[in-house]
């Protein structure tokens, strides 16, 4: 440990404290102009790619981002999840989906990825839009909510199971300004969320508060579902 430190101050030695601050991450401020989702053609592609992405509360509103995990676990955070179960086992259209949050540039996003067969990206973005007005309208049922409370609360232990995978966490809430007794909140955070607490962080969720793409040989009828394409 001692020469590890030691190693690292030698290295960092040079480095000098700099001036910036991290930004607001309080409330969600309005885009500079409406998201759409553009469409690419490019017929030489073996498959046409979606991703999309919306605003998600920060992690410095801790119940919401809690539901929004969840949310985007019963979304297409594994093989169980909606997005699998509709566009690659009962329609078989997509080759992978999945949906995830993700921290970009000081905001936190809902993407929603697939890579479909080509020609049926106007069907995977119908059903796609399908899925979120669903949640945003009835959020997920009891046992999804169930499943994927455990899910997340197993994953979380796992990952806090190694010194590298606690190191990595104290980090990442450190770097963004969140108390550590969130470390010892979640389990309770997780066992009180409802399927309301996740209905209405999925309003944030509605098809036309996404911006994207559409990569490939998408078909002729690519523009469907509620999105705003451009």
Not at 25 to 37: G, M, N, Y
Request: net charge negative; charged share 20%; glycine share 10%.
């Amino acid at each position: 440990q001692d020469q590890v430190m030691a190693s690292l101050e030698g290295i960092l030695a040079g480095w000098t404290k700099g001036v910036g601050q991290f930004g607001s991450t309080e409330s969600l401020t309005a885009w500079e102009t409406s998201p759409t989702v553009v469409v690419l053609p490019d017929d030489d592609l073996p498959a046409t790619h979606i991703k999309l992405a919306a605003r998600s509360l920060p992690i410095s509103h801790p119940d919401a981002f809690v539901a929004a995990s969840v949310a985007s676990l019963v979304l297409g955070g594994n093989f169980s999840s909606r997005l699998n179960r509709t566009i690659r086992e009962t329609e078989g259209i997509a080759y992978r989906a999945q949906s995830y949050l993700n921290d970009h540039y000081n905001e936190v996003l809902l993407v929603v990825e697939a890579d479909v067969t080509n020609g049926c990206a106007g069907a995977a973005m119908k059903q796609i839009s399908y899925l979120l007005d669903d949640l945003a309208d009835h959020g997920p049922t009891a046992e999804e909510l169930r499943s994927a409370v455990g899910y997340t609360l197993g994953t979380y232990i796992l990952s806090l199971g190694s010194q590298h995978g606690r190191a990595s966490c104290l980090l990442s809430y450190l770097t963004m300004g969140i108390g550590l007794d969130f470390l010892a909140q979640l389990p309770d955070r997780l066992d009180s969320l409802t399927t309301d607490d996740v209905r209405d962080v999925c309003q944030l969720y509605r098809p036309h508060l996404f911006a994207g793409v559409v990569v490939g040989n998408g078909g002729t009828d690519t523009r469907q579902g509620e999105f705003h394409f451009g």
